[in-house]
């Protein structure tokens, strides 16, 4: 056996072929002989198109189960594979395409004729579709091809995916993790969570996250367990399955929505083994409502998309509201200055680092920006700020690079910014994130516009911004100002926007 991630999870894989691993919300069902089947044709299509190890397969498609099985095909060809939100925009696709230089890129039937000019003038090779029923130009060349495929032998240290993330420039970089990454994060997790051969997870989350992929999807191979697949978050569907699950994982926007239906009770969930959050702060009032209505404490854990998972509260023991947990087992997890880089006293604040055989391996063609991201010993710099209790809980107390997290998804106030600033009558913005019951943190701008700007109102700077930005990016509001509150060195003190418009949304709903 090699390092190969789907060496890995292979040798998990139940004896009985036909036993059941993605089952659809309209029922239909594939076992893990459909898994080894469909991916081995996609595999043997990406060798067919040239694509040897190394090389970059890009897709942005909707969730599937023939995605998933793409996500293999790539593992087994050797291929670093490269998810791209659904949201992102014909530019910053053709961003994507022109930085990782992919050999394959697979995009929705309805995208494609929008998108192929951006492939082909990113150079690349192939331009394959796949949409949510799993149809498409990938299945139908795929179709008749021998699904025996010899994985591709990797090393530990090769080059399993390459993950985008914002930067507070704008520029988005390239997290390039590792098969030793995604394996070692997914086999202490499935340890450290419990898996049980018997459980079942319902998938509920987008796939083309760290969260969905490499954590859900991830440890349920490695349990070699199955799952029920529902295309986005429903509480309708969610509660329909609950009672054939075991186990759950979302996002706080997911335990909120819950908990605002009656249906939310006991006996709904008596069924569950486990529930988690990740992907953005769980306020304790939530983790502690929820508690009260189920009986169920949830599970709170804390990663990145450069790092997989970090910390996770106990399956046995105190999971305390408001923290993250303990460090993974074979995770390093320290508080530093972070000016200095020196370890601060215990219980003191500072930026979190972090050492283990989850970190990646460095930015995407970005050697200098990876050198200023990692300590001389090692240690990766979050760019998180927290702090660790005398009981071994971390905290985090905020980031500071003023990421905004809402409902999952990163949001870097400078790509924001540069939007707005183009705006015909506006002098300046400060984009922040600010609590909201739903999605956790919510994007807003607060804007300086010229006197004579009557045209720019809120609408508009919205407006300009759905044009430009995923969805996930828009301001959900915009605030007007006559200033931006500044330092003695010119700074806009964003902490002191934050405080201002802390209680927004609630007074927007009053």
């Known amino acids: 056996m090699t390092g190969n991630v789907f060496d890995i999870v292979a040798s998990r894989f139940p ?84 930085d990782a230089a992919p050999r394959v890129f697979v995009c929705t039937p309805s995208s494609a004729g929008t998108l192929a000019d951006t492939a082909a003038d990113a150079g690349v090779g192939t331009l394959l579709t796949l949409d949510s029923h799993g149809e498409g130009t990938l299945p139908d060349r795929a179709a008749g091809l021998d699904p025996a495929f010899d994985t591709v032998a990797c090393g530990p240290d090769d080059l399993a995916a390459i993950l985008y993330t914002s930067g507070t420039t704008g520029r988005s970089k390239g997290a390039m993790m590792s098969h030793r990454n995604l394996s ?31 954590v859900a999807t991830n440890c349920v191979l490695m349990n070699g367990g199955s799952m029920l697949f529902l295309p986005k978050f429903d509480p309708d569907a969610v509660f329909r399955l609950l009672p054939r699950a075991t186990v759950m994982m979302g996002v706080p926007t997911f335990y909120t929505r819950l ?39 949830i599970l709170e854990r804390y990663g990145m998309t450069e790092t997989g998972m970090l910390t996770s509260n106990p399956l046995e023991g105190d999971r305390i509201p408001g923290t993250v947990g303990f ?15 020196r370890p601060v006293a215990d219980g003191e604040v500072g930026v979190l680092e972090v050492k283990g055989p989850n970190v990646f391996s460095g930015y995407w063609r970005m050697a200098e920006k990876t050198a200023q991201e990692f300590r001389a010993d090692g240690f990766f ?47 300046e913005s400060a984009v922040i994130g600010v609590p909201h019951r739903d999605f956790g943190e919510a994007v807003v701008a607060v804007v300086l516009r010229r006197p004579d700007a009557d045209g720019v109102d809120e609408a508009a700077v919205i407006r300009a911004c759905k044009e430009q930005l995923a969805n996930f990016k828009v301001p959900k509001a915009v605030v007007f100002a006559d200033e931006l509150p500044r330092n003695a060195m010119g700074k806009v003190q964003k902490n002191l926007l934050r405080d201002a418009n802390k209680d927004l949304f609630d007074k927007r709903a009053a």
């Open 15 to 98: 004896a009985n072929a036909d036993a059941p691993f993605i089952e659809l919300e309209s029922g239909r069902r594939y076992s893990y002989r459909d898994l080894r089947d469909i991916s081995g044709r996609y595999a043997r299509l990406l060798a067919d198109l040239g694509v040897v190890k190394g090389d970059r397969v890009a897709v942005q498609v909707e969730k599937s189960a023939e995605a998933v099985f793409l996500y293999l095909a790539c593992l087994r060809a050797g291929a670093a594979y490269l998810p791209l939100n659904t949201a992102y925009t014909r530019a910053e696709v053709g961003y994507f395409l022109t």
């Open 184 to 214: 070692s994060n997914a086999a202490t997790l499935h340890r450290l969570w419990g898996f049980r051969p018997d459980d079942v997870l319902l998938h509920v989350l987008p796939i083309f996250h760290t969260h969905g992929l490499f």
């Open 259 to 297: 908990l605002s239906d009656q249906r939310l009770t006991r006996a709904v969930t008596a069924h569950m083994r486990l529930f988690i959050s990740g992907s953005a702060p769980l306020l304790a009032d939530t983790h502690r409502e929820f508690q009260a209505r189920t009986g169920q404490a």
């Open 327 to 341: 460090p993974l087992p074979d995770v390093s997890v320290r508080v530093a200055d972070e000016k200095t880089g």
């Open 381 to 427: 710099i979050t760019g998180d700020i927290g702090r660790i209790d005398a009981r071994g809980y971390v905290h985090i107390i905020g980031r500071a690079k003023d990421l905004v997290i809402s409902g999952g998804f990163n949001v870097y106030p400078k790509e924001v910014e540069t939007v707005i600033d183009a705006i015909d009558g506006v002098v």
